[in-house]
C-alpha cells in the first residue's frame, strides 16, 4: 500500500521528469526536423582550447544562448586548454562525428605549428570539418607613448643603428610571426623578449620604455590605442585593418604601395620573392579563428550546424553583443581561406625557424 | 581629481545600497560561497557559467553580481584548510600551517572565527588602499615591471626559510623538488619541451592543484587513517570542542598590529602586481607573522597569529587585485580574466576611460566586492558550529568522501583525467613526507613559484643584456630587493644574538 509520502514523491518526481522532457520537446520542436533532428533537444560539447576568460572563451559564452536557440539544443562550453591550444584543438579532432561536438580553433596558430614541425598539432586543412570563421586577427607595430619611435620613419632611421626590441608572448606564436617575418620584409634587425603573460604584460613592458614594440591584433589593444598609451606605427596587411581614426595615416605593409615593395631592394629579395612572402603571411593570419567540428561528419549534419553558425553570426544582436568585432565567412569560403594559407604557407618556414634558432641559442 | 574620486565612491555606494541593486552582489557571494565547497568548480568556472545568463542584462546589475562573485570564494577555501588540512585555494594553503593544528586540537571554533574576522578585516584594509590608489592606479602598476616581479617572488620564496624552523636542510631539498616540478612543460622563453617524456600531459607543466590535493587532503586522511585516530579533532562530540569564534575574532584585535601589517603586505605590496596573487601575499605575511614575533616556537602547533596573518594579506590582497583589472585590463588570476571578459561583453573597457569617465561604475565593483567579503565572512561565523562538527566525522564517513572529492576536484581542474593520478601519486609522496617529517608546504611554495621566477629572470636578464635595465634607477626593486635580504638574514642574525645570549648566561 502507497503511503502520501510516496504518493508525493512519485508526483514531484514525475512532474520533474515531465518538465524536463516538455523543455527538450520545446527545444526539439524549435529546431524541427530535417538534419539537424540530430542535435535538437541534445547538448553540444563546444570545446574553447584556451583558459576561462580569454578571447575564445569570451567569444563562445557570447554565441551561446544565440546558437542554442538556432539549434533547440544545449551547449555546454569545456574550456580545454594547454599547448598553445593543441590540446583543445585535438580534443575537437579526435571526437566522434556526430555533431555533438564543436569548438573553436585559432587556424593561424595550427598553420605555424604545422610549418615549425609540432608533430603532435592536427593537421589544419584535414582535422576538421570547418564550419565557419568568427573573425580574423589583422596586426599592427605599435610603440610605446613615451617612445621616440613614432613613425615608421623613426623605426626604419633607428633599425639601421640597432636591433629594434620587441615583446612577445610566446616562441612560436602568431604575433612572433608576425613580427620577424615583416622584420624580414622590412630589412630591420628585431630582438624578441619572449615570455609575457599576454597581451597587456608586454604592451606595459612597451609603456614603461623596457622595449621598442609590441605586434598584437589591433583590436586587442585598441583601448591602449585610444587611452594614448600605444601608437600604431605599422599595420601588418595588405589593406586598411579598419577605419579607427588611430589608423588614419598608419602605413601598410602589403599591397603595391606598402612598405614592404618599398622595402623590396634593402632586404636583398626579388620584388616577386617579397611579395610571395608577405601574401604568406597575410593568408596565415587571414585565415583567422573558426569553429570546427571532428572530420567526416554526416553531409546533412555539416550543412544544418554550419546554416544554423551562418545566420547566427550573421544576427545583429550578436554582432552588437560580441567584445571584438567579427568577420564572418560561411564554411566553403572559410575552409577555401585555410586551403589557400596553408599552399601559399611554405615560403614562411625558413624565416620562422631561423628566428626560433636565434632565439633559443 | 580627489573631490571626484569622493563624489564617485558616494555615487558608486549608493548604487550598491538600493533596492534591488543589492540583491544581485549578496545572491553572488551566496552562489560563490555554496560553490567553493564543490570540487572542480571554482570562482572563475561559475563567473564562466554566469555570463551567458547575464549577457541581455544590464551592465549595472551585471557588475553588481560579479563583484559578489569575486568576494564569495576567497574565504571559504581556508575553511577547508583549517577543518581538513585541504586548502581549497592557492593562499589558504599558508592558513593550514596553524589553523588545520588548532583544529586537530579541537579549537576549530576559534580558527574560523579569527579567520573570519581577520578576512573581513584584511578586506576592508584592502577596500581603504584600492580607493586611496585610485588616483594613481597607473604610476603603480607601471612601477612593476619583470624585475620587480622577480624580486617579489623571490621574496616568496625565502618565506621558506622561516616556515621550516628546525628542518631547513629538508626544507631545503622539498624546495628544489619543487622547482624541479615547476621547470617541467614549455621553456617560458624558448617554448622547448623539458621532462615531458613525450607525453602532452606534461606540455604545460605539473599542476598546482593536484599536486596540493594530494600533499595534503589525500595524505591527511591516509595518515588519519593509518594512525588510527578516529576523528580529526580526535573528539566525537560537538561539546567536546573547546574554544568559540568570539575567542578567535577577539583574537585579531588582539594583534591588530599584526592583522594591519599584514593587510597592507597583502594590498599594497602584492594585491596591485598581477599575476603575482594571493598565495605570495598569504607566505609573506606568514613569514612576516614569524619573523617579528619574540615567541617564534608555537607557529606551526596551532598558534592563532599564524592564522590572522595570511587570512587578512589573502583578503585584503582582493582590493588591490582589481587595481590592474580596472587601469589596464591585466587579468591577474584565472577569476579577474572572467570578471574582465564579462564586463567588455557589456561594453565596459577597462583603462583610461573606465577609471575616469566611469569612475561611480569602478566604486561600484569595489564596494560589491566589499560587501561580499563581509557577507562571507558573517556567514561562515554563524556557520561555526556545524562546520566544526565535521572535525568530529569518524574516519569511515570521512576518508571516502574526501578521496572522492580530491579525484573530482583534480579532474575538474583541467579535464584531465591525469590530473587525478598526479592527485593520487602526491598523495602517496605527501604521506610519506608526513611520516617522516619532510615539510610540504615549502615544495608547494617552490612549484608555485619556480616558473614565475624562472621567467622573469630571463626577461630580466635579457633586458640587461640589451642595455634596457638599469637597476639602480628602478626604486620599487631596490626597496623589495632589501627587504628580501633582510628577510634572509634575520634568521641568521636572530640565531646568532640568541647564541650570544647563551653564551654570557
Not at chain 1, 568585432?325 to 599552399?343: F, M, T
Not at chain 2, 569575486?70 to 577555501?77: D, K, L, N, S, Y
Not at chain 2, 597607473?138 to 620587480?148: D, Y
Not at chain 2, 562571507?376 to 574516519?395: C, E, K
Request: with cysteine; proline share 5%; charged share 15%.
Amino acid at each position: 500500500m502507497l503511503s502520501r509520502r510516496h504518493l508525493l514523491a512519485g508526483l514531484g518526481a514525475g512532474v520533474a521528469i515531465a518538465a524536463v522532457a516538455g523543455v527538450r520537446l520545446r527545444r526539439a520542436s524549435t529546431a524541427g526536423a530535417g538534419p539537424c533532428a540530430a542535435v535538437a533537444g541534445r547538448t553540444i560539447r563546444w570545446i574553447v582550447p584556451n583558459a576561462a576568460g580569454g578571447g575564445y572563451d569570451t567569444e563562445s559564452r557570447m554565441l551561446q544562448p544565440f546558437l542554442e536557440r538556432r539549434l533547440g539544443a544545449e551547449i555546454a562550453a569545456a574550456n580545454v586548454p594547454g599547448a598553445g591550444g593543441i590540446i583543445g584543438a585535438r580534443a575537437i579532432a579526435e571526437a566522434r562525428p556526430d555533431g555533438l561536438t564543436l569548438g573553436i580553433v585559432g587556424m593561424p596558430g595550427l598553420l605555424l605549428a604545422a610549418l615549425t614541425g609540432t608533430a603532435e598539432a592536427p593537421d589544419p586543412v584535414r582535422a576538421f570539418s570547418v564550419l565557419a570563421r568568427l573573425g580574423r586577427s589583422w596586426h599592427v607595430w605599435a610603440s610605446g607613448a613615451s617612445s621616440r619611435l613614432k613613425t615608421i620613419g623613426d623605426l626604419l632611421e633607428e633599425g639601421r643603428r640597432r636591433a629594434l626590441i620587441f615583446a612577445v608572448n610566446e616562441v612560436g606564436s602568431a604575433n612572433m610571426a608576425s613580427i620577424t617575418v615583416t622584420a624580414d620584409l622590412l630589412g630591420v634587425d628585431v630582438e624578441l623578449v619572449a615570455g609575457f603573460a599576454g597581451t597587456r604584460p608586454a604592451s606595459m613592458a612597451a609603456l614603461r620604455g623596457d622595449v621598442d614594440l609590441v605586434c598584437f591584433d589591433f583590436e586587442t589593444i585598441r583601448d591602449l590605442v585610444e587611452g594614448s598609451d600605444l601608437r600604431p606605427v605599422l599595420q601588418v596587411s595588405a589593406s586598411p585593418i579598419s577605419r579607427h581614426v588611430a589608423l588614419e595615416g598608419v602605413p601598410l605593409l602589403g599591397g603595391p604601395d606598402g612598405m614592404a615593395a618599398r622595402r623590396a631592394g634593402l632586404s636583398g629579395r626579388s620584388e616577386a620573392d617579397t611579395q610571395e612572402l608577405a601574401a604568406a603571411l597575410f593568408a596565415v593570419m587571414g585565415s583567422g579563428r573558426l569553429v570546427v567540428a571532428p572530420p567526416g561528419l554526416d553531409p546533412g549534419v555539416f550543412r544544418c550546424l554550419s546554416l544554423a553558425l551562418h545566420e547566427t553570426l550573421a544576427c545583429r544582436d550578436v554582432q552588437a553583443a560580441a567584445a571584438r568585432p567579427l568577420d564572418v565567412a560561411a564554411a566553403e569560403a572559410a575552409l577555401a581561406d585555410v586551403r589557400a594559407a596553408s599552399a601559399a604557407a611554405p615560403p614562411l618556414q625558413p624565416v620562422l625557424i631561423d628566428a626560433m634558432r636565434r632565439v633559443r641559442h | 581629481m580627489i573631490e571626484s574620486v569622493v563624489q564617485s565612491a558616494w555615487e558608486g555606494l549608493r548604487l550598491v545600497a538600493s533596492w534591488p541593486n543589492i540583491v544581485y552582489p549578496v545572491t553572488g557571494t551566496l552562489m560563490a560561497m555554496a560553490v567553493a565547497f564543490l570540487p572542480g568548480i571554482s570562482d572563475a568556472t561559475l563567473m564562466t557559467l554566469m555570463i551567458p545568463l547575464t549577457l541581455s542584462w544590464d551592465p549595472l546589475p551585471v557588475v553588481l553580481l560579479y563583484g559578489g562573485l569575486v568576494g564569495g570564494a576567497t574565504f571559504m577555501g581556508s575553511i577547508t584548510a583549517i577543518l581538513f588540512n585541504v586548502p581549497g585555494t592557492g593562499p589558504s594553503a599558508a592558513t593550514l600551517i596553524d589553523g588545520y593544528p588548532m583544529a586537530q586540537q579541537g579549537r576549530a571554533k576559534t580558527a574560523i572565527g579569527c579567520a573570519a574576522m581577520a578576512s573581513a578585516g584584511g578586506s576592508t584594509v584592502g577596500i581603504l588602499v584600492l580607493i586611496a590608489l585610485v588616483p594613481l592606479m597607473r604610476q603603480a602598476i607601471l612601477a612593476f615591471g619583470p624585475p620587480e616581479l622577480l624580486v617579489l617572488m623571490v621574496w616568496g620564496l625565502t618565506t621558506i626559510a622561516v616556515v621550516s624552523r628546525g628542518a631547513v636542510i629538508r626544507a631545503l631539498i622539498a624546495m628544489g623538488l619543487g622547482l624541479l616540478l615547476a621547470f617541467v612543460g614549455h621553456d617560458p622563453r624558448t617554448a622547448e619541451l623539458r621532462f615531458t617524456f613525450n607525453t602532452m600531459y606534461l606540455w604545460d607543466g605539473i599542476g598546482l592543484v593536484p599536486v596540493v590535493l594530494g600533499l595534503f587532503s589525500i595524505a591527511e586522511v591516509t595518515d588519519l587513517g593509518v594512525s588510527g585516530r578516529h576523528t580529526i579533532s580526535g573528539r566525537t562530540r560537538l561539546d567536546e570542542l573547546t574554544g568559540s569564534a568570539l575567542e578567535g575574532a577577539r583574537a585579531v584585535f588582539q594583534h591588530f598590529g599584526l592583522f594591519l601589517r599584514s593587510s597592507l603586505i597583502g594590498t599594497a605590496v602584492v594585491g596591485i602586481i598581477p599575476g603575482v596573487g594571493g598565495t605570495v601575499a598569504s607566505f609573506l605575511a606568514y613569514g612576516h607573522a614569524v619573523q617579528t614575533s619574540r615567541d617564534r616556537d608555537s607557529f606551526g602547533h596551532g598558534d592563532i597569529r599564524g592564522v590572522i596573518a595570511p587570512e587578512s594579506a589573502h583578503d585584503a590582497k582582493d582590493g588591490g587585485a582589481l587595481v590592474p583589472v580596472l587601469a589596464f585590463g591585466i587579468p591577474g588570476s584565472e577569476g579577474t580574466a572572467v570578471l574582465m571578459a564579462a564586463l567588455m561583453l557589456h561594453g565596459i573597457v577597462p583603462g583610461r576611460a573606465l577609471m575616469t569617465e566611469q569612475l561611480p561604475l569602478v566604486f561600484v565593483i569595489i564596494w560589491s566586492l566589499f560587501l561580499s567579503n563581509w557577507i562571507t565572512s558573517i556567514v561562515g561565523l554563524l556557520l561555526v558550529s556545524p562546520l566544526s562538527r565535521l572535525t568530529t566525522l569518524r574516519m569511515h564517513v570521512l576518508a571516502p568522501v574526501v578521496f572522492a572529492l580530491a579525484a573530482v576536484g583534480a579532474f575538474a581542474y583541467r579535464q584531465r583525467i591525469e590530473d587525478a593520478l598526479v592527485a593520487f601519486a602526491f598523495g602517496g609522496i605527501g604521506y610519506l613526507m608526513k611520516k617522516h617529517r619532510w615539510p610540504r608546504i615549502p615544495l608547494v611554495v617552490a612549484l608555485l613559484l619556480g616558473g614565475g621566477i624562472e621567467l622573469n629572470l630571463h626577461i630580466t636578464s635579457q633586458l640587461h643584456e640589451l642595455g634596457r635595465l638599469n637597476i639602480w634607477t628602478r626604486p620599487v626593486f631596490m626597496v623589495i630587493g632589501l627587504l628580501t635580504l633582510t628577510s634572509l638574514s634575520l634568521p641568521f642574525a636572530q640565531e646568532i644574538r640568541a647564541h650570544h645570549a647563551r653564551r654570557r648566561s
